[in-house]
């Protein structure tokens, strides 16, 4: 009997340490935070002082090389009709010069109509485009000049030409809106249907 109530009695001790060891794991796991993951601890963290980026690799550079394009204000004109003419044409060289102090561009062709003064309106339709010669970049250093081939039609030859006197010619170099004048008296056509002019692209002289 004395056996029985001492095997009954450490059965009961080793109980209540089983439900306090229970107990204090539960209370560790309740407290405890969980391990982060080897996902999220190999990840680096956000910064917020990367370097910026640099304003030169954001946008290409808009510095321009060479010469200005030629203006207007800058160009000096005339022509030379000693290349002769052919069918009722008469074919000239449209010559501008740079009279600036610094190199200018001339390329493409120009603007050309005949008018009735320095200040008057165009007569008539301007020029066409002769593009059987090359676009090329031409170079004028301060004094030297360029030239395109103009050939001006005789108004007679067109009998619906409606004809008025012209003092010569308003031109516009390549790609300005601005002008400046030649003078050589020529008959004009008012009709705008009727092209009396054909203007060639501009070549070193």
């Known amino acids: 009997m004395k056996q029985a109530l001492v095997v009954t009695t450490a059965a009961a001790v080793a109980l209540l340490l089983s439900g306090c060891g229970g107990s204090s794991t539960q209370a560790q796991s309740a407290t405890s935070p969980p391990s982060p993951s080897a996902t999220e601890t190999s990840q680096p963290p956000a910064t917020s002082d990367a370097a910026p980026e640099s304003p030169a690799a954001a946008a290409p550079s808009t510095a321009k090389g060479g010469p200005e394009l030629c203006k207007a ?7 030379d009709a000693t290349g002769g003419g052919a069918a009722g044409s008469i074919y000239m060289q449209l010559i501008l010069t740079n009279s600036g102090t610094a190199p200018c561009l001339l390329k493409g062709f120009a603007g050309v109509s005949l008018t009735a003064g320095a ?3 165009p007569i008539g339709a301007a ?3 002769d593009d059987s010669g090359p676009v090329t970049d031409v170079t004028l250093a301060p004094g030297k000049a360029g030239t395109a081939t103009l050939r001006y039609t005789q108004a007679a030859n067109y009998p619906d ?6 003092a010569g010619f308003r031109v516009y170099p390549p790609n300005d809106t601005a002008s400046l004048f030649i003078p050589q008296p020529l008959d004009a056509c008012t009709n705008t249907e009727i092209n009396l002019l054909t203007v060639g692209a501009f070549q070193p002289k």
């Open 161 to 166: 030409c409606t004809q008025t006197p012209a």
């Open 73 to 79: 204000a800058s160009l000096t004109g005339t022509t």
């Open 127 to 129: 020029a066409t485009r």
């Open 119 to 121: 200040d008057g309106e």
